[in-house]
């Protein structure tokens, strides 16, 4: 598998670190509990697209959204978290 | 039939033309007591448990592929019970225990072989941890030995004692483990509660689930349309796709494990053995082979395969254990889809929706459970309450704070 990093071009998996689903917002502090549980527990674990943290730790060290098929390991595309989060 | 020594030389002398089918391949009936979804070594201990113990036989698995296609035929074979924390511990010497008597249970010959589990430490902090979980161990029963470099050297002569980075200081051997096979761990389960009446039904993918008024009335089904008392998931790396049918959202998250087996060769490796700088394991086949994994890939996977980094990470760990292993060749890798919880500890509890009963979460450590978590996930359904062996195994730890975290990992299954 290899991941295209905006930065530094298509690169092998191995200098990734995977962090799991972009999708979970962290909630504020205001929220109840029960929104906290949700975001640090609880998953979609979708079969499919799936947007999701990759660490390019042996790279630029950008934090990246990947959206990627979990069937199919296909890539769909790469993000900067940060533009994402902008 | 029953297998004997007597079926076995009858056989021999009518040349093995009088067998028959170990189970019935069964099509399913319109109406169960209890349907268990997913046909892997838990759905099929739980069925036979559920006729066994509780004269439950009204009772259908249904399974999407073949029996044994899932984790139960893929993986690497190991058991044990050397487990910390006290939710863990009784409940996986309880399935030791289980195995220890599974052969004679089930009439089947699963090949239960307990040729220990050598777990090493190569440094002293190490070792602090490894007798601080021997001594647990002891205090729960289960049998544990600390072993130093001298008691390694003569179970396991051929590591490298004196690796610059890894040195091995000793071992923790828990003589109980070992191996079973895991294919006639499905087929025997199957068999026996075939026997006892169960439908086992393949090719029978579920495709949704009935709820009325908050109560589970039935599955749909490839086949169609199958009524329930009682639904029980245990589909392994898919749980979370059977529990989203349901309505429910699982703290699990599904990843890749691969395992390997080189060439066969001579009778070497005589136990399981594991590598404690890193996540690599590897014990004998009785083909020859050497069996081998590690760790998970990492990311989120439903593809039942790897990818080659943590194939070259897997080799490297290996050598660096066992120099010789780079003469040998390996013949095979495959990867079967994990269901790793938030806290790398499973779930075998009743859900929300009234009938419905769940089972999952078992990480890459769920065969040596089978036999427990089929027993306790029978009892669970056939009560409509936890036995007290699972009863730490619920789904709502998450969010009361009692998790069962063997690792103090925190929530990031992807390192449990
Ligand atoms: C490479 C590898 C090595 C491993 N090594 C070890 C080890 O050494 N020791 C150990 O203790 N554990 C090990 N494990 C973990 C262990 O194999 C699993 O935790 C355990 O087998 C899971 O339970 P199961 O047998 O019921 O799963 P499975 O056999 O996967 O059963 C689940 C079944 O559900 C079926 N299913 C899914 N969705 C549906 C649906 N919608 N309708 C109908 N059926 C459905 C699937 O087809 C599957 O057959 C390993 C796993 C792997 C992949
Ligand atoms: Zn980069």
Redesign the pocket.
């Known amino acids: 598998m290899r991941l295209n990093c905006p930065y530094c071009g298509t690169r092998s998996v191995n200098e990734f670190v995977p962090l799991g689903s972009a999708s979970p917002k962290r909630p504020t502090l205001a929220e109840p509990i029960e929104r906290w549980i949700d975001y640090v527990y609880f998953r979609d674990n979708i079969a499919g697209e799936h947007d999701e943290y990759f660490y390019h730790a042996m790279g630029c060290r950008s934090w990246l959204i990947v959206t990627r098929n979990t069937v199919t390991h296909e890539i769909i595309g790469t993000k900067i978290a940060r533009e994402v989060a902008a | 039939m029953k297998y004997s020594i007597f079926s076995l030389l009858s056989q021999a002398f009518q040349g093995n033309k009088g067998w028959s089918t170990a189970w019935r391949d069964a099509q399913p009936k319109d109406e169960y007591d209890v349907i268990i ?7 099929l201990a739980t069925a036979h448990y559920l006729a066994k113990e509780h004269g439950l036989t009204n009772v259908a698995v ?4 073949y ?13 044990r019970s050397n487990y910390l924390l006290p939710g863990n511990t009784p409940f996986y010497e309880w399935s030791l225990k289980l195995w220890e008597g599974l052969e004679q249970d089930i009439n089947f010959n699963a090949m239960v072989s307990q040729r220990g589990v050598i777990n090493l430490f190569h440094s002293d902090a190490q070792r602090d941890a490894f007798a601080r979980r021997g001594n647990a161990m002891r205090l729960n029963g289960v049998d544990s030995e600390l072993l130093d470099r001298e008691q390694v050297r003569q179970i396991a002569p051929y590591l490298d004692f004196d690796n610059a980075r890894f040195p091995v200081k000793g071992g923790l051997l828990q003589p109980r483990g070992g191996t079973v096979r895991h294919d006639a761990v499905a087929w025997g389960y199957a068999r026996a509660a075939s026997q006892r009446g169960v439908d086992i039904c393949q090719n ?4 949704g689930v009935r709820i009325e008024n908050g109560k589970i009335i039935g599955v749909e089904t490839t086949k169609g349309f199958i009524r329930a008392k009682k639904v029980g998931f ?5 749980s979370s ?2 529990a989203a049918m349901a309505g429910l959202r699982l703290p699990i998250e599904s990843h890749v ?3 390997f087996v080189s060439e066969g060769v001579k009778p070497l490796i005589d136990t399981v053995i594991t590598f404690g700088a890193g996540h690599f394991y590897v014990s004998q086949s009785d083909k020859g082979g050497l069996v081998f ?1 590690g760790d998970i890939d990492g990311y989120n996977s439903y593809a039942q395969r790897g990818s080659m980094p943590l194939v070259e990470h897997l080799m490297e760990e290996g050598v660096a254990m066992i120099p010789m292993l780079s003469r040998l060749r390996f013949l095979r890798s ?5 269901d790793m919880s938030m806290d790398g500890s499973p779930i075998i509890d009743k859900t929300p929706i009234e009938g419905l009963y769940l089972n999952a979460g ?9 036999p427990a978590s089929g027993w306790c996930f029978a009892h669970t359904i056939a009560r409509d309450e936890p036995h007290k062996l699972n009863a730490a195994f619920r789904l709502d730890r998450f969010a009361t704070g009692h998790l069962i975290d063997e690792k103090g990992q925190g929530a990031t299954p992807n390192l449990h």
């Open positions: 979804v997913g046909g892997g070594g838990h759905g249904l399974e999407k592929g029996i044994g296609s899932g984790n139960v035929g893929r993986n690497t074979t190991i058991i029978c993918e579920v495709t245990a589909a392994a790396g898919n796709r059977v494990l691969q395992a994994g495959w990867g079967g889809i994990m078992w990480c890459y450590g769920g065969f040596k459970a089978t």
